[in-house]
């Protein structure tokens, strides 16, 4: 990616992070709502608010400080644009130079202007309206004789102590004044309607009315209502661009959905949101906004630290670094997941961690699966789920981060369950095709144990920690079971190469792996049902919820009844398969001696074999897994056996639909069992 693609990239996701924060505050203060339950209870216990609570005044601050922190990303975005030149794209209304830019950007960039515009006309306003205020009651409450009547005879007299006096009237006005003429020259570059001459110095007068008028020895009420004139002018303009340009808004609506529509009739709707999902970048927005909010409570929390005094101001590092530092990381992450945003920023700087992570696990096995690569989102979707059913943003802060570890400490022990699924593939092919790398066998190995070893000392420190509760059970489940699925790995890993090592066709391998496997699989059905009874105590006697019942629902489907439906299959297969061998002839020693052939199945020596009625000769754990996928020998394609001696036999005379039929069923073998498949490996 070139330096100006990036750079791009870079100013489409800040553009897009300023209106997650004006989002966050309207969650946050909850349009005045209570959220938590010692809120509720509060206010069921009184009918009279104080508007002077501290929280409420808390609220508000950071209300106003972001929508501050907010317009001036607004204005930074903006202005930068007219830095260079290179091209002149009209908008609705005038023509601005930007940079070549995209033109899905070129509206973002322009409805950033528009909405600039109009939060420098409000904040105009309130400026004013505000030195008025202050004016008229220094006025009001002027009694001794060095106040003068007007800021214009302080003028004309030279009376440099009443112009100078930072309580009085005369520094209110300059600082409005440099205040209203920074806000026009901005306005005037910014919005979008037409560029008169004669319109823009009217936009300057405008804004600076005010001012001059609270010079002059003019009656109150006209001073008092001033800032109503004087925001006339650029609302009537902001006003002008939205209603000339809404024939243009209407058609940059439209074809959005009109190409929304077809893209769905074409591919779908799953593909419509997936190609949005990128082409928005929503993950690194999320990621930035979300940074930047950390960023801006850390800095809160290092001001309060410091309450002004010099030698305090010293002591800031020593105390952040002896006796802060882990209360700051608290509060930072107590705050960082307060509101859905929140969450769902703090849910994309984890999936990217847990990318990272599962790309060096995949840097340390030496692979690089494409399916291996969801770590991350799989991570993000678990955690979010996990945030919403536990009523994350709900809790106070004490309880909403305790409940914060817990869900960590579950997503942790579900990432070794995905790590599991990165490795075990590996130790199959490295068992089964008889690699002879040494270092492959090492690091696959050494993950294996991390993956045995750490659940323990997690579980050990737990348990010593923590008295019994049903988030430990869920834990301990998941521990002990990502335990056992790696003794299974291991314990199949190991009979593969003790067949690699011996010289001689091993009939009972298949039989073995079939057993460790299924109580591997039977362990991790009954954790399976431990855990569904386990979340319906929580659902139950604890903490119920829409979305837990669902997850409830969801895990009983496909990992209990699925699960138990597959196995008892794989079961009935392998018997009904059993007794099909069963009633074949076992091959005599001199049988074989005469035959002195292999296995057309495995290609191995038969040193025990099974007769079919066609006369054809295989081995039996071969013919059983031959009869899994049909009843049909694999050379002539008869009946192997005979189901009823009443019934005629049944025979396909047409050879070439019987050569299909055995190719596609052999396919099917390898498709639908390969884990039984995987007794005999790659010969």
Same mark, same amino acid.
């Given at each position: 990616?070139?330096?100006?693609?990036?750079?791009?990239?870079?100013?489409?996701?800040?553009?897009?992070?300023?209106?997650?924060?004006?989002?966050?505050?309207?969650?946050?203060?909850?349009?005045?709502?209570?959220?938590?339950?010692?809120?509720?209870?509060?206010?069921?216990?009184?009918?009279?608010i104080d508007s002077a609570d501290p929280e409420?005044?808390?609220?508000?601050? +950071?209300?106003? +400080?972001?929508?501050?922190?907010?317009? %001036?990303?607004?204005?930074?975005? %903006?202005?930068?644009?007219?830095?260079?030149?290179?091209?002149?794209?009209? &908008?609705?209304?005038?023509?601005? &130079?930007?940079?070549?830019?995209?033109?899905?950007?070129?509206?973002?960039?322009?409805?950033?202007?528009?909405?600039?515009?109009?939060?420098?006309?409000?904040?105009?306003?309130?400026?004013? /309206?505000?030195?008025?205020?202050?004016?008229?009651?220094?006025t009001a409450i002027a009694t001794s004789p060095?106040?003068?009547?007007?800021?214009?005879?302080?003028?004309?007299?030279?009376?440099?102590?009443?112009?100078?006096?930072?309580?009085?009237?005369?520094?209110?006005?300059?600082?409005?004044?440099?205040?209203?003429?920074?806000?026009?020259?901005?306005?005037?570059?910014?919005?979008?309607?037409?560029?008169?001459?004669? *319109?823009?110095?009217?936009?300057?007068?405008?804004?600076?009315?005010?001012?001059?008028?609270?010079?002059?020895?003019?009656?109150?009420?006209?001073?008092?209502?001033?800032?109503?004139?004087?925001?006339?002018?650029?609302?009537?303009?902001?006003?002008?661009?939205?209603?000339?340009?809404?024939?243009?808004?209407?058609?940059?609506?439209?074809?959005?959905?009109?190409?929304?529509?077809?893209? /769905?009739?074409?591919?779908? *709707?799953?593909?419509?949101?997936?190609?949005?999902?990128?082409?928005?970048?929503?993950?690194?927005?999320?990621?930035?906004?979300?940074?930047?909010?950390?960023?801006?409570?850390?800095?809160?929390?290092?001001?309060?630290?410091?309450?002004?005094?010099?030698?305090?101001?010293?002591?800031?590092?020593?105390?952040?670094?002896?006796?802060?530092?882990?209360?700051?990381?608290?509060?930072?992450?107590?705050?960082? %997941?307060?509101?859905?945003?929140?969450?769902? #920023?703090?849910?994309?700087?984890?999936?990217?961690? %847990?990318?990272?992570?599962?790309?060096?696990?995949?840097?340390?096995?030496?692979?690089?699966?494409?399916?291996?690569?969801?770590i991350g989102t799989v991570s993000a979707i678990?955690?979010?789920?996990?945030?919403?059913?536990?009523?994350?943003?709900?809790?106070?802060?004490?309880?909403?981060?305790?409940?914060?570890?817990?869900?960590?400490?579950?997503?942790?022990?579900?990432?070794?369950?995905?790590?599991?699924?990165?490795?075990?593939?590996?130790?199959?092919?490295?068992?089964?095709?008889?690699?002879?790398?040494?270092?492959?066998?090492?690091?696959?190995?050494?993950?294996?144990?991390?993956?045995?070893?750490?659940?323990?000392?997690?579980?050990?420190?737990?348990?010593?920690?923590?008295? /019994?509760?049903?988030?430990? *059970?869920?834990?301990?489940?998941?521990?002990?079971?990502?335990?056992?699925?790696?003794?299974?790995?291991?314990?199949?890993?190991?009979?593969?190469?003790?067949?690699?090592?011996?010289?001689?066709?091993?009939?009972?391998?298949?039989?073995?792996?079939?057993?460790?496997?299924?109580?591997?699989?039977?362990?991790?059905?009954?954790?399976?049902?431990?855990?569904?009874?386990?979340?319906?105590?929580?659902?139950?006697?604890?903490?119920?919820?829409?979305?837990?019942?669902?997850?409830?629902?969801?895990?009983?489907?496909?990992?209990?009844?699925?699960?138990?439906?597959?196995?008892?299959?794989?079961?009935?297969?392998?018997?009904?398969?059993?007794?099909?061998?069963?009633?074949?002839?076992?091959?005599?020693?001199?049988?074989?001696?005469?035959?002195?052939?292999?296995?057309?199945?495995?290609?191995?020596?038969?040193?025990?074999?099974?007769?079919?009625?066609?006369?054809?000769?295989?081995?039996?754990?071969?013919?059983?897994?031959?009869?899994?996928?049909?009843?049909?020998?694999?050379?002539?394609?008869?009946?192997?056996?005979?189901?009823?001696?009443?019934?005629?036999?049944?025979?396909?005379?047409?050879?070439?639909?019987?050569?299909?039929?055995?190719?596609? +069923?052999?396919?099917?073998?390898?498709?639908?069992?390969?884990?039984?498949?995987? #007794?005999?490996?790659?010969?």
């Open positions: 990616m070139s330096l100006r693609s990036k750079a791009l990239a870079l100013v489409e996701v800040l553009l897009r992070v300023p209106p997650l924060f004006v989002v966050d505050e309207f969650l946050k203060i909850s349009l005045g709502l209570p959220t938590t339950s010692d809120e509720i209870s509060a206010l069921s216990n009184t009918t009279i409420a005044a808390y609220y508000d601050a +950071n209300f106003y +400080n972001a929508f501050a922190y907010s317009f %001036c990303i607004f204005l930074t975005c %903006c202005l930068g644009k007219f830095v260079s030149s290179t091209r002149s794209i009209a &908008p609705p209304i005038g023509i601005y &130079p930007f940079i070549a830019f995209p033109e899905h950007l070129v509206h973002l960039i322009i409805v950033y202007l528009y909405l600039t515009s109009v939060g420098i006309v409000f904040v105009s306003y309130w400026t004013n /309206v505000s030195t008025i205020k202050q004016i008229q009651g220094l060095h106040h003068s009547s007007s800021i214009l005879e302080d003028v004309l007299n030279l009376n440099i102590k009443n112009l100078f006096d930072l309580d009085g009237p005369g520094v209110l006005v300059m600082q409005n004044f440099l205040i209203q003429f920074v806000l026009s020259v901005v306005f005037k570059n910014v919005h979008l309607g037409p560029r008169h001459n004669s *319109l823009q110095k009217m936009l300057t007068a405008s804004f600076m009315a005010p001012s001059f008028l609270a010079m002059l020895p003019v009656p109150p009420n006209l001073l008092r209502h001033s800032p109503v004139f004087a925001s006339l002018v650029p609302l009537m303009l902001v006003k002008f661009v939205i209603w000339t340009s809404t024939y243009k808004i209407v058609q940059v609506i439209y074809a959005g959905y009109q190409h929304g529509r077809l893209f /769905v009739s074409n591919y779908g *709707l799953s593909a419509l949101v997936e190609t949005e999902w990128m082409r928005l970048n929503v993950p690194c927005v999320l990621r930035v906004f979300w940074v930047l909010r950390v960023a801006e409570h850390s800095i809160l929390l290092l001001m309060d630290n410091y309450d002004g005094d010099t030698e305090e101001m010293t002591k800031v590092s020593t105390l952040l670094a002896v006796q802060s530092l882990a209360s700051m990381a608290k509060s930072l992450l107590v705050t960082g %997941c307060e509101t859905i945003t929140a969450v769902l #920023g703090m849910t994309s700087v984890i999936s990217f961690f %847990c990318h990272y992570i599962g790309n060096f696990f995949q840097w340390i096995l030496l692979t690089d699966e494409e399916e291996d690569k969801s678990l955690f979010y789920i996990l945030a919403l059913q536990t009523g994350l943003t709900s809790l106070n802060p004490e309880k909403r981060f305790i409940r914060l570890c817990r869900n960590f400490c579950l997503l942790f022990t579900a990432l070794l369950h995905f790590l599991h699924n990165i490795v075990n593939p590996m130790l199959m092919s490295l068992s089964a095709s008889h690699n002879p790398s040494t270092h492959r066998h090492v690091r696959a190995l050494g993950v294996c144990a991390f993956l045995i070893f750490f659940p323990i000392f997690l579980l050990a420190y737990l348990w010593s920690q923590h008295s /019994v509760s049903t988030w430990l *059970l869920a834990v301990s489940a998941f521990s002990i079971e990502v335990i056992v699925k790696v003794t299974v790995s291991l314990a199949i890993y190991s009979l593969f190469l003790i067949d690699a090592c011996r010289s001689s066709f091993w009939e009972q391998l298949d039989d073995y792996v079939y057993y460790i496997r299924a109580f591997g699989n039977t362990i991790e059905f009954c954790f399976g049902i431990f855990l569904f009874f386990n979340g319906a105590w929580i659902l139950l006697f604890e903490s119920g919820g829409a979305i837990r019942a669902v997850m409830m629902c969801i895990h009983a489907y496909f990992n209990i009844w699925c699960e138990a439906r597959a196995g008892w299959s794989v079961f009935m297969k392998r018997r009904t398969a059993v007794n099909k061998i069963n009633s074949l002839r076992e091959a005599s020693t001199d049988q074989l001696s005469h035959l002195d052939d292999v296995c057309a199945i495995c290609y191995q020596e038969m040193h025990s074999a099974k007769i079919t009625r066609c006369n054809h000769f295989f081995h039996g754990v071969c013919l059983r897994k031959w009869l899994y996928v049909q009843d049909r020998c694999p050379l002539c394609h008869d009946i192997l056996y005979k189901i009823d001696s009443d019934t005629p036999e049944i025979k396909d005379d047409n050879s070439e639909m019987g050569n299909e039929e055995n190719s596609n +069923n052999q396919n099917l073998l390898l498709e639908e069992e390969p884990d039984l498949l995987l #007794g005999e490996g790659v010969r």
